[in-house]
């Protein structure tokens, strides 16, 4: 079975998983100061799939890291200039060649969903985890960040009681397109024992 190294790219060793603290263990961690507590006795039955590069459909730079940390240099690109004064994060990004980076605990509420809904509960931020696929709407996702989403959702199904796994796209509906349509949906749930693919 695949999974990440301490460096974050997969190799086979032995799966992934999260602590009682709500870190992945074999993630890359780089804190973000974007997060806050989830509300009181709320449980974690969300996961949110999300696509994310900067600038769009560029992979080789560090831009989505330095806008979770509040680093990025917004006059680096035309593109970046409606990100100033953003603060934005998200539990995990899964880059182009399957490395796994972290930036908020899970156990901490990230700021990936903004306004959102899901069945009418709506702050969708308070009871889910949200993953960065690095990418955009017009380009297939690759092998390896589909392996790294399979083995990071098993290590997260393991430690929360998630029912639903959603894009992003479908709980702000109208305002969020991501994942988007390359995101192959029945191939990747298809890898989840128990789950399948419904479009609601
Ligand atoms: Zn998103």
């Not at 993630?27 to 994310?52: K, Q, Y």
């Not at 796994?165 to 349509?181: F, N, V």
Request: glycine share 8%.
């Amino acid at each position: 079975m695949l999974a990440q190294t301490k460096t974050g790219v997969a190799s086979e060793l032995q799966p992934i998983a999260i602590d009682a603290q709500g870190w992945c263990t074999q993630a890359l961690v780089r804190p973000s100061p974007n997060f806050g507590p989830r509300p009181d006795a709320v449980e974690i039955s969300l996961l949110v799939i999300h696509n994310i590069s900067l600038p769009v459909g560029e992979y080789r730079q560090d831009h989505v890291s330095a806008l979770f940390q509040n680093r990025l240099n917004c006059d680096a690109h035309p593109d970046f200039a409606s990100l100033r004064g953003l603060q934005v994060s998200s539990h995990f990004l899964i880059r182009r060649d399957g490395q796994l980076l972290q930036y908020v605990s899970c156990l901490q509420r990230a700021w990936h969903a903004g306004v959102s809904e899901l069945f009418g509960r709506q702050g969708c931020n308070d009871f889910s985890i949200g993953i960065e696929l690095e990418g955009c709407d017009t380009e297939p996702f690759e092998a390896a960040q589909y392996q790294g989403l399979t083995m990071l959702t098993t290590a997260l199904l393991q430690r929360y009681p998630i029912t639903h796994i959603a894009g992003h796209s479908e709980i702000a509906s109208g305002r969020k397109t991501d994942p988007g349509p390359c995101f192959d949906w029945s191939s990747f749930l298809a890898t989840l024992p128990g789950w399948e693919y419904r479009d609601n």
